[in-house]
């Protein structure tokens, strides 16, 4: 079975950065395109970024583009996203997921950031 699990979230002032990463396993992984989707408190889910199987194309949401970098390690299933130039509006439950675009997908248990002075 796809399992996916979140790591690396916290508690961040405006302007800080975090790592987060998503260990996969159960499935090819190398194979998939991955993203990240979000939960800010109160909203629905929101796609973040998305990264292709080989990891030669990325793609951002016009909120993130320019601050958030998704990068992925297929030797050791593992998949990224940098957060630079947090902003409260960040603030949000992360998750990974397959495929490159949207909301859909199984997803972890995710990881909170929360960005607060």
């Known amino acids: 079975a796809v399992q996916l699990v979140e790591s690396g979230g916290g508690l961040v002032q405006p302007g800080g950065s975090l790592t987060l990463s998503c260990s996969a396993s159960?499935?090819?992984?190398?194979?998939?395109?991955m993203k990240w989707v979000r939960q800010a408190p109160g909203k629905g889910l929101e796609w973040v970024a998305g990264?292709?199987?080989?990891?030669?194309?990325?793609s951002y949401a016009d909120s993130v583009k320019d601050r958030f970098t998704i990068s992925r390690d297929n030797a050791k299933n593992m998949l990224y996203l940098q957060l630079n130039s947090l902003k409260n509006e960040d603030t949000a439950m992360y998750y990974c997921?397959?495929?490159?675009?949207?909301?859909?997908?199984?997803r972890g248990q995710g990881t909170q950031v929360t960005v607060s002075s």
């Open positions: 997921a397959q495929s490159y675009l949207g909301t859909d997908g199984t």
């Open positions: 159960g499935f090819a992984f190398g194979d998939w395109a």
């Open positions: 990264i292709r199987s080989g990891g030669g194309a990325t």
